[in-house]
Nanobody, 120 residues
Framework: QVQVVDSGGGLVQPGGSLRLSCAASGNIFSIRAMGWYRQAPGKQRELVAQITSGDSTNYTDSVKGRFTISRGNARNTVYLQMNSLKPEDTADYLC??????????????WGQGTQVTVSS
């Protein structure tokens, strides 16, 4: 029904920057929220950032002031600008879309994940 495609990860030195992209497509009546989770081996999965249908944003404490989530020009597209990256930011980043297919059905869809590695 719905596909979420995330991209933009890579290898970067500490203090560097990356910009992640995410696009949701398919049978979407409306978006409630989009954002990114991250998962690192041996660590708990956490919600990094999200942006809601009302354009409010939320960030996990460890990335506040360094990461910015924003909407793109294309419909159902968001970006995550990551600055001042730290080794502890290393993880697989997965985009998600929380969406309605109609006025009743609220669903989640996930991207395939994009790896971010911060290392000198």
């Amino acid at each position: 029904q719905v596909q979420v495609v995330d991209s933009g990860g890579g290898l970067v030195q500490p203090g560097g920057s990356l910009r992640l992209s995410c696009a949701a497509s398919g049978n979407i009546f409306s978006i409630r929220a989009m954002g990114w989770y991250r998962q690192a081996p041996g660590k708990q999965r956490e919600l990094v950032a999200q942006i809601t249908s009302g354009d409010s944003t939320n960030y996990t404490d460890s990335v506040k002031g360094r990461f910015t989530i924003s909407r793109g020009n294309a419909r159902n597209t968001v970006y995550l600008q990551m600055n001042s990256l730290k080794p502890e930011d290393t993880a697989d980043y997965l985009c998600y879309a929380h969406y309605y297919v109609d006025s009743y059905s609220l669903l989640f869809a996930w991207g395939q994940g994009t790896q971010v590695t911060v290392s000198s």
